[in-house]
């Protein structure tokens, strides 16, 4: 787990990311989509809001991934 989730969620991209995980659940490609965004470069914000545990990783057949932040989901 990264030691300080405040500096993880300082970044505003990073903090879009988690608004947009917050309203449901979407595979990488659809915050790809969202952001207008390289897939690779999701992948790594994605890879670090992880890491400090403020979104989860699902795995889902026939996508690349999915991921949710359950933590704001209702």
Partial sequence: M???VFSVIADPTRRRIVRILAEQT???GAVVEKLGMSQPTISKL???LRD???VEG???A???SACSCP???P
């Fill in 58 to 60: 699902l795995p889902v």
């Fill in 52 to 54: 400090a545990e403020v």
């Fill in 2 to 4: 990264h030691s300080d």
């Fill in 26 to 28: 979407h595979t990488v």
């Fill in 71 to 73: 933590a704001f989901q």
């Fill in 46 to 48: 994605l890879k670090v």
């Fill in 62 to 64: 026939s996508k690349s």
